[in-house]
C-alpha cells in the first residue's frame, strides 16, 4: 500500500484559476488512482516540519510567503517538493525586476527536495536558475471529448478570452488596442470569463475602459469567474480565442480552446506557442498590434476567417487525459524519490 501524500494547498483553492483547477484535477486523477492524498493548511505543514514529521509533501507556490520560516529548518524526515505553478520572476510585476525576483526565489529553490513542474517549459525554466534536484514533469490533462465540438456559424466572429483580469494576462493593453483601433463597421463580439477580485484595480480599469467607448459597451461582455461545469457552453458559443498574455507556464485555457477546435491567436510568452500550428489552428504573435492588425484583417476579410476555422477543424490534436498525468506522476516520482533517503 501506497504512503498518503500531503498537498499544501491556498485557502482559496476553490476560486477559479490555473493552479487551483490543476490541483484539484490532479489530486481527483491520484485517488482515482489509488494513491492516498490528503489535503493540508500552511499551518499544519509548518507544525509538521517542526515535529519532524515523515511524509511527503507537495507544497503550492501561492503559500511560499506564509511557510517563509521553514528555510531556517532542516527537514530531516518530510520530503517536500514544491508545485511549481507560477514564478514570479517569470513575469515580473511593473517596478520590480526579474533579477531581483530570482534572487528572492532562490532560497525557496535551494530548500526544496524536489519539484512538480506543470510543463517542459517550466522545467526548463528551472534548469536555467541550476536547480539540481529532480524535477518531476505532470503537465494538465484534459477530458474534453471530440463529441462536444458542435456546429459553428462562422458568420460573425465570436470571441472568447478565458483569463482572470490581472496585469499578466495583458487584458488592459487588448482593450486600450481595441479602443483606437475599432471602426463603426467592425462587427464581431467578445466575451471574457476571469476574475475581476485578484487585482481589483485593474480590473476595474479593464471596466472603465470598455464602459467608455461605445463600441466595446455594444460588443463585449465581461462576464466574471464562471463554474468549471459551464465552461463548455462558452466555448461552444465562440468561433475565435484570444489569448494576450504575456507569460503562460502552460495555458489551460489554450488547450481547453485547442480541443473545442477554436482557431487561436496568441501573443508569445512562455509555453503559449506549444498549443498553436501556425496556419493550422491559428497564430501567434510578439506583440499586441501585430495580433490586433491580424484581427481586424479577419473581421473585414469574413473569407480569411472561414478558411482558418476550417482548417482548424482538421486539426489532429493530442494531450493526455487527468487519468494519464496522474499515472505518469506517480511513475516520476517512484523513479526519483520512493527509495530515496
Not at 35 to 62: F, H, K, M, P
Not at 220 to 227: A, E, K, N
Not at 331 to 338: A, I, K, S, V, Y
Request: charged share 20%; hydrophobic share 40%; proline share 5%.
Amino acid at each position: 500500500m501506497r504512503l498518503p501524500w500531503y498537498f499544501v494547498l491556498p485557502k482559496e483553492r476553490s476560486q477559479p484559476s490555473g493552479g487551483n483547477i490543476y490541483n484539484e484535477r490532479i489530486i481527483q486523477a491520484l485517488r482515482q488512482a489509488e494513491q492516498s492524498v490528503e489535503i493540508i493548511s500552511a499551518n499544519d505543514y509548518l507544525r509538521a516540519i517542526y515535529q519532524g514529521q515523515s511524509g511527503t509533501y507537495w507544497v503550492d507556490t501561492l503559500i511560499l510567503e506564509s511557510i517563509r520560516e521553514v528555510l531556517l529548518l532542516q527537514p530531516f524526515r518530510a520530503r517536500s517538493l514544491l508545485i511549481a505553478h507560477h514564478l514570479e520572476s517569470l513575469a515580473p510585476p511593473a517596478g520590480q525586476s526579474a533579477k531581483d525576483l530570482r534572487a528572492k526565489e532562490k532560497p525557496w529553490l535551494d530548500w526544496f527536495q524536489g519539484f512538480l513542474a506543470t510543463s517542459h517549459f517550466t522545467k526548463a525554466y528551472l534548469l536555467e536558475q541550476r536547480v539540481s534536484q529532480s524535477i518531476i514533469v505532470a503537465e494538465p490533462g484534459t477530458d474534453i471529448s471530440a463529441n462536444n465540438i458542435p456546429d459553428r456559424d462562422t458568420t460573425t466572429i465570436r470571441v472568447l478570452i478565458v483569463a482572470n483580469l490581472v496585469e499578466r494576462k495583458g487584458i488592459l493593453p487588448w482593450l486600450k488596442w481595441l479602443a483606437k483601433n475599432l471602426k463603426d463597421r467592425d462587427q464581431f463580439s467578445l466575451t471574457i470569463v476571469g476574475r475581476t477580485d485578484i487585482e481589483p484595480a485593474y480590473a476595474q480599469y479593464c471596466q472603465s475602459t470598455i464602459e467608455n467607448h461605445p463600441m466595446l459597451r455594444k460588443q463585449l461582455r465581461l462576464v466574471g469567474s464562471q463554474p468549471s461545469h459551464q465552461m463548455a457552453a462558452f466555448y461552444q458559443k465562440s468561433n475565435l480565442f484570444i489569448s494576450v498574455a504575456s507569460m503562460e507556464t502552460f495555458g489551460m485555457a489554450l488547450q481547453e480552446a485547442r480541443m473545442y477546435r477554436l482557431p487561436i491567436l496568441a501573443l508569445e510568452g512562455g509555453y503559449s506557442a506549444h498549443h498553436v500550428e501556425a496556419g493550422d489552428n491559428g497564430y501567434v504573435f510578439n506583440n499586441v498590434l501585430s495580433l490586433g492588425d491580424f484581427f481586424l484583417n479577419l473581421i473585414r476579410e469574413p473569407a480569411k476567417f472561414t478558411t482558418l476555422y476550417q482548417r482548424t477543424q482538421q486539426d489532429s490534436v493530442t494531450y493526455s487525459s487527468w487519468s494519464q498525468t496522474a499515472r505518469s506522476l506517480v511513475q516520476q516520482f517512484d523513479q526519483f524519490f520512493r527509495y530515496a533517503p
